[in-house]
């Protein structure tokens, strides 16, 4: 029984996306039913299955050394664990959200009022921080009807892409914290080792996750120019051509900027730009 422990999401979009990335980093186990526990084949490596909101708590206890949970649920939890690895997915914002015709200018202006949230630990640090006594209302989910319902008067909530705000006629006053979804581990870790092998793993695919392999020809003479459009994870590898004015290059581009980066580099001169998609690596 000398197995890694990590605790995994057991359900929602969390729970597909974490499945998703420990695959593709090579842990290959089956989930039977809804079975709380599963082996991974050929590492010494147990999943738990787990409540998200859960995982820090039960990290930080030892009842898993690794686990896949909300940057944000870490805080509100307030335990002490070591962060390995964002994971680039999950990206939130954690917002104190008022009626869109409100009044309310600041968190300062809350004073005296009624704020609901699932997230009261980290929201009475916040009013505190702002000279703010707010009355807590706290609760599991549904917060962004609350305001509406007569429970208070300001919400703490995630926000992703604003569309929740925007269906119950919120806006944001202020944001209290930027979130992702992370790898975490605990400070007594039983396989060290194990636990470094599947850091690496996992970070060789969320850099390819997040970058493209870009190639083109450039004539010598705009190798400075096309390396400053082009700089690289580390640098570029430049490669000679027959033809000995020009050279080929090979860099990896961040995923969201290759159509920009192709722009540029045309405008300068380069040809044969082509964009290959990663799915793992090792820098
Ligand atoms: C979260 C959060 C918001 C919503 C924000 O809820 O609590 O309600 O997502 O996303 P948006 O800005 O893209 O609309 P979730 O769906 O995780 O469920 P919950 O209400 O149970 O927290």
Sequence with gaps: MNNLRIGLPSKGRLAEQAGELLGQAGLKFRRQDRSLFARVSELPIDITFLRTDDIPVLCAEGAIDMGITGSDLLDEAGVELTTRLALGIGKCRLSVCVPEDSAIQTPADLDGSRVATSFPHVTEQFFQQHRANVHLVPLSG????????????????????????????????????????????????????????????????????????????????????????????????????????????????????????????????ATAILETEITNCRL
């Excluded at 703490?156 to 919120?170: F, H, P, Q, W």
């Excluded at 082009?230 to 033809?243: H, I, K, R, Y």
């Excluded at 090979?250 to 540029?264: G, L, S, T």
Aim: contains cysteine; glycine residues 6%.
């Design 142 to 269: 549904s917060v962004e009807i609350m305001i509406s319902l007569g429970v208070a008067e300001g919400i703490v909530d995630l926000v992703e892409t604003g569309s929740t705000l925007a269906a119950n006629r919120l806006r944001i006053l202020t944001d209290i914290g930027q979130y992702e979804t992370v790898l975490v581990q605990n400070k007594q870790t039983r396989r060290g080792d194990i636990a470094d092998r599947i850091v690496r793993r996992l970070e060789g695919v969320v850099i390819a996750r997040a970058w493209s392999l870009l190639e083109y020809n450039i004539p010598r003479a705009k190798l400075a120019a096309a390396e400053l459009i082009t700089p690289g994870f580390n640098s570029p590898t430049v490669n000679a051509l027959e033809d000995t004015d020009w050279c080929a290059v090979q860099v990896m581009v961040k995923r969201k900027q290759v159509i920009d980066v192709m722009d540029k580099l045309e405008a300068i001169g």
